[in-house]
T-cell receptor, first 114, second 115 residues
Framework: KQEVTQIPAALSVPEGENLVLNCSFT??????LQWFRQDPGKGLTSLLL?????REQTSGRLNASLDKSSGRSTLYIAASQPGDSATYLC?????????????FGTGTRLAVRP | DTEVTQTPKHLVMGMTNKKSLKCEQH?????MYWYKQKAKKPPELMFV???????INESVPSRFSPECPNSSLLNLHLHALQPEDSALYLC??????????????FGPGTRLTVL
């Protein structure tokens, strides 16, 4: 059974800091990994998708890396802003014989202080 | 337009009521999903529809009944729910269910409270 863990569970940083969120998964047979952002009580916003054959993806101040063999991904946020405050979730996608399945990590709750 | 819409935004229902949640996407996606999310927990997959056919049911109780009337619409019919079913219900869609480029897009969710 795929298990996805995120460390740290919560993080509070001053504005302007660069930070790294970690995601680890137990089954390396994945198709891709997605990073999402979730504001309180809201839906999920897709930030980045890394295919299993890729090492990293970048979007603006965000950079995500993937090391499939070791079961790890990191999300790097440069020059953090208060608007980045949210819960960040990673999710790995593995194909089941009967369809598709996305397994989510436990999440990192980020607070960026002005 | 990468938008998935869900109605209603909030729903309060009694344990004897019957209600439905609705999800819609116009991205031409052929896979749609229902997730349940309890407070401070990650989303948990409930159902997957692929080309309007149910492909995954994660052992969800029968008081939750999904329906996919066409490729753009996904419903979740609710009947005789329990208070512990109170949660945020999220709908998602993706182009298909295969391939490493497949990305899931989520709606804003329906906040369900069962009294």
């Amino acid at each position: 059974k795929q298990e996805v863990t995120q460390i740290p569970a919560a993080l509070s940083v001053p504005e302007g800091e660069n930070l790294v969120l970690n995601c680890s998964f137990t089954d390396s047979a994945i198709y891709n990994l997605q990073w999402f952002r979730q504001d309180p009580g809201k839906g999920l916003t897709s930030l980045l998708l890394i295919q299993s054959s890729q090492r990293e993806q970048t979007s603006g101040r965000l950079n995500a890396s993937l090391d499939k063999s070791s079961g790890r991904s990191t999300l790097y946020i440069a020059a953090s802003q208060p608007g980045d405050s949210a819960t960040y979730l990673c999710a790995v996608r593995r194909q089941k014989s009967s369809g598709d399945k996305l397994t989510f990590g436990t999440g990192t709750r980020l607070a960026v202080r002005p | 337009d990468t938008e998935v819409t869900q109605t209603p935004k909030h729903l309060v229902m009694g344990m004897t009521n019957k209600k439905s949640l609705k999800c819609e996407q116009h991205m031409g996606h052929r896979a749609m999903y229902w997730y349940k999310q309890k407070a401070k927990k990650p989303p948990e997959l409930m159902f997957v529809y692929s080309y309007e056919k149910l492909s995954i049911n994660e052992s969800v109780p029968s008081r939750f009944s999904p329906e996919c009337p066409n490729s753009s619409l996904l419903n979740l019919h609710l009947h005789a729910l329990q208070p512990e079913d109170s949660a945020l219900y999220l709908c998602a869609s993706s182009a298909t269910t295969g391939g490493s480029r497949n990305e899931q897009f989520f709606g804003p969710g329906t906040r369900l409270t069962v009294l």
